[in-house]
């Protein structure tokens, strides 16, 4: 079986979720990346949308596999200067606002000035507004509170904050002596982290793939169209890896490789699909088959944009997401030895 290297995936893991990275504002995440892969000393090229693609050279070059997994988070951008200074927001990507009341936060201005402040209800103080726990959590009711002296619009914007700077939520990032990982921004760099983990493992073992076998980290999912191009034309198998979501009626959890079968784009290949299942039930690799309802992949993406590939999905069961998020270091191995286990065996005929 696969030997997992945790303490190394943790500490790469930690080092992209602490880089910000919202849709959009991906640069220094991926120069992490880079830095990662020559490190490892993979060839690797960069795409005009941003993205990295790493290959490694299999036995048979005229069918290629390729994963893929994405460094862009959710985030905000600022959407208004309002009359007393403080900013309202614009959202990237699907999140509830609730989800980020009371988050501290960085605003990137345009100078490369990094400035504080804290997402918060208009109505947050309850000794003065009678809905303050009633109130929708919306945009027109969200706004960020800057940490410097300022009480209105001419005030904030000479700090160089302006219409359109991006907004990243603290991660707030902890792994528990119980072995569970918190954090935001899991979904989906805790597959980032595996798949450089898998690269770096294959390169110092040695190991020489049956295929040709290309790692896709994106930048552009949460918004939709992360892994939608440059995907070689010899690819005849994509492979997703993102999170499992977990919820009721789910099967995934915390502790399992999540491989799924259908989400809101409709069934993912099935053959492919079981070969991933065989390889678990042959490596004992516990998993579980799940069905996500309002989730979409880059592997749906590409299958979207009209590449002819097989697709498949899987990753980290991943709790409460596109919040505060939270995982266990047993999903994170057994994703791990799928993810070897798949990159190893024979393509399917």
Same mark, same amino acid.
């Given at each position: 079986?696969?030997?997992?290297?945790?303490?190394?995936?943790?500490?790469?893991?930690?080092?992209?979720?602490?880089?910000?990275?919202?849709?959009?504002?991906?640069?220094?995440?991926?120069?992490?990346?880079?830095?990662?892969?020559?490190?490892?000393?993979?060839?690797?090229?960069?795409?005009?949308?941003?993205?990295?693609?790493?290959?490694?050279?299999?036995?048979?070059?005229? @069918? *290629?596999?390729?994963?893929? &997994?994405? %460094?862009?988070? +959710?985030?905000?951008?600022?959407?208004?200067? #309002?009359? =007393? !200074?403080?900013?309202?927001?614009?959202?990237?990507?699907?999140?509830?606002?609730?989800?980020?009341?009371?988050?501290?936060?960085?605003?990137?201005?345009?100078?490369?000035?990094?400035?504080?402040?804290?997402?918060?209800?208009?109505?947050?103080?309850?000794?003065?507004?009678?809905?303050?726990?009633?109130?929708?959590?919306?945009?027109?009711?969200?706004?960020?509170?800057?940490?410097?002296?300022?009480?209105?619009?001419?005030?904030?914007?000479?700090?160089?904050?302006?219409?359109?700077?991006?907004?990243?939520?603290?991660?707030?990032?902890?792994?528990?002596?119980?072995?569970?990982?918190?954090? @935001? *921004?899991?979904?989906?760099? &805790?597959? %980032?982290?595996? +798949?450089?983990?898998?690269?770096?493992?294959? #390169?110092? =073992? !040695?190991?020489?793939?049956?295929?040709?076998?290309?790692?896709?980290?994106?930048?552009?999912?949460?918004?939709?169209?992360?892994?939608?191009?440059?995907?070689?034309?010899?690819?005849?198998?994509?492979?997703?890896?993102?999170?499992?979501?977990?919820?009721?009626?789910?099967?995934?959890?915390?502790?399992?490789?999540?491989?799924?079968?259908?989400?809101?784009?409709?069934?993912?290949?099935?053959?492919?699909?079981?070969?991933?299942?065989?390889?678990?039930?042959?490596?004992?690799?516990?998993?579980?088959?799940?069905?996500?309802?309002?989730?979409?992949?880059?592997?749906?993406?590409?299958?979207?944009?009209?590449?002819?590939?097989?697709?498949?999905?899987?990753?980290?069961?991943?709790?409460?997401?596109?919040?505060?998020?939270?995982?266990?270091?047993?999903?994170?191995?057994?994703?791990?030895?799928?993810?070897?286990?798949?990159?190893?065996?024979?393509?399917?005929?």
């Amino acid at each position: 079986m696969h030997q997992f290297n945790e303490a190394r995936t943790i500490e790469v893991l930690k080092r992209l979720v602490e880089t910000p990275s919202p849709s959009g504002f991906t640069e220094k995440v991926m120069q992490v990346i880079t830095e990662e892969l020559t490190e490892i000393g993979v060839p690797f090229k960069r795409t005009n949308k941003g993205a990295v693609i790493a290959t490694l050279q299999g036995k048979d070059d005229t @069918r *290629h596999r390729l994963l893929t &997994a994405h %460094t862009d988070t +959710l985030g905000a951008m600022v959407k208004e200067i #309002k009359s =007393n !200074g403080r900013l309202k927001l614009t959202n990237i990507g699907g999140f509830n606002w609730n989800a980020v009341e009371g988050e501290y936060c960085h605003i990137h201005t345009a100078s490369g000035k990094e400035v504080r402040g804290t997402i918060l209800m208009h109505q947050t103080t309850v000794h003065v507004y009678r809905n303050s726990g009633t109130a929708e959590r919306n945009a027109d009711n969200i706004e960020v509170r800057i940490d410097e002296k300022v009480t209105n619009a001419a005030e904030t914007r000479a700090l160089g904050i302006e219409v359109g700077d991006f907004v990243s939520f603290d991660p707030r990032f902890e792994v528990t002596p119980t072995g569970f990982i918190k954090s @935001r *921004h899991l979904d989906d760099k &805790a597959s %980032t982290a595996l +798949l450089l983990e898998l690269i770096r493992s294959l #390169k110092e =073992n !040695g190991t020489e793939l049956p295929n040709t076998t290309h790692f896709y980290i994106s930048n552009n999912e949460e918004i939709g169209y992360g892994g939608n191009s440059n995907i070689p034309n010899e690819t005849v198998e994509y492979i997703a890896v993102d999170m499992g979501a977990i919820g009721d009626g789910q099967t995934s959890d915390e502790y399992t490789v999540s491989i799924c079968a259908k989400d809101s784009s409709g069934p993912y290949h099935y053959a492919l699909t079981r070969h991933l299942t065989a390889l678990c039930e042959k490596g004992s690799v516990p998993y579980k088959l799940d069905i996500y309802p309002y989730y979409g992949s880059d592997a749906s993406a590409a299958i979207r944009a009209g590449f002819d590939v097989r697709h498949a999905l899987f990753g980290p069961g991943i709790e409460s997401s596109h919040a505060m998020e939270r995982t266990h270091v047993d999903s994170l191995k057994a994703t791990a030895q799928l993810l070897h286990a798949y990159v190893t065996s024979e393509m399917m005929e």
